[in-house]
């Protein structure tokens, strides 16, 4: 009898755990996983009290604001520009896009070099003016971010990590077979 009342217990365990599962995971109703009772009494069990556990929302919903559940596309996509200078006049249309809080990318390859320094100059106070950010990405090409970008490199920087790995000492190896310490 006793083995009958361990193992109708564990059926019962097993069965709470499966309905608290699916309701975590915002399963169906709690009668889902009903299992057999075998035939054995289980008035003890029927008279607990049942509570419904709400589902959670999905946390990628609750901050997107969608009450649906699914994420939502932004409306406006942000748009990246790319300029190759010819000429002076046109660090003010990189200006005007750092104004528009749209990073620029400039390719100075086919740039003459004093005018490549003059449009440095320039955009680099412009990048100031909006609290952006200008970053070397190649050899003649630079990125112009306003403040609502961030510029990751995709790497870590570890240039003020000042930790030294550990050296090991092997025994010294005697002759006769044994290792002195």
Do not use: W
Request: proline share 5%; glycine share 8%.
């Amino acid at each position: 009898m006793e083995n009958v009342i361990i193992e109708e217990e564990y059926i019962m365990g097993l069965k709470g755990l499966l309905n608290r599962t699916a309701n975590l995971l915002g399963g169906g109703s709690q009668d889902e996983f009903e299992t057999d009772d075998y035939g054995y009494e289980t008035d003890e069990y029927e008279a607990e009290e049942e509570r419904q556990v709400q589902p959670r929302r999905n946390s990628l919903a609750a901050h997107a604001g969608n009450n649906a559940g699914y994420p939502t596309r932004q409306e406006k996509k942000l748009q990246m520009m790319i300029v190759e200078p010819e000429s002076f006049s046109d660090a003010k249309t990189i200006a005007d896009y750092l104004r528009q809080r749209k990073p620029v990318v400039i390719n100075f390859e086919a740039t003459d070099s004093e005018v490549t320094k003059r449009v440095i100059d320039f955009v680099s106070g412009a990048t100031y003016a909006v609290d952006g950010r200008i970053q070397r990405v190649g050899k003649d090409i630079f990125l112009c971010a306003p403040d609502n970008i961030l510029i990751d490199k995709g790497k870590p920087d570890y240039s003020g990590f000042s930790a030294t790995p550990p050296s090991f000492s092997m025994p010294a190896d005697n002759h006769d077979g044994s290792s002195q310490t």
